[in-house]
């Protein structure tokens, strides 16, 4: 059985940054796809960021340059650097693996249980 933990985030000003982890525990986690999404009040949840097996990465058009995904494989932790923070970043940040379709779909077979990101202006 797979587990993921995310932890991380917190209440931060416009601007600032913020970095998200998620521990993964169970299988092959370097063999994993692994993806961040979000999911702000009265909101659907949407995609933003993702990571591939060999470390490719596909990011939402609205934290492109400003996040970055990345994995260490060696603590089995998925990271998400989140930069130049906006208030319409607030939302509950979510990691997920093991995709049952396109990675930007929220079709994901595991769920972590989230954490909050708050973006005061």
């Known amino acids: 059985q797979v587990h993921l933990g995310e932890s991380g985030g917190g209440l931060v000003q416009r601007g600032g940054s913020l970095k998200l982890s998620c521990v993964v525990s169970g299988g092959a986690f370097s063999m994993y796809v692994m993806a961040w999404f979000r999911q702000a009040p009265g909101k659907e949840r949407e995609f933003v960021a993702a990571?591939?097996?060999?470390?490719?990465?596909y990011y939402a058009d609205s934290v492109k340059g400003r996040f970055t995904i990345s994995r260490d494989n060696a603590k089995n932790t998925l990271y998400l650097q989140m930069n130049s923070l906006k208030p319409e970043d607030t939302a509950v940040y979510y990691c997920a693996t093991d995709p049952l379709g396109n990675y930007y779909e929220g079709t994901y077979d595991y769920w972590g249980q989230g954490t909050q990101v708050t973006v005061s202006s």
């Open positions: 990571i591939m097996w060999k470390d490719m990465a």
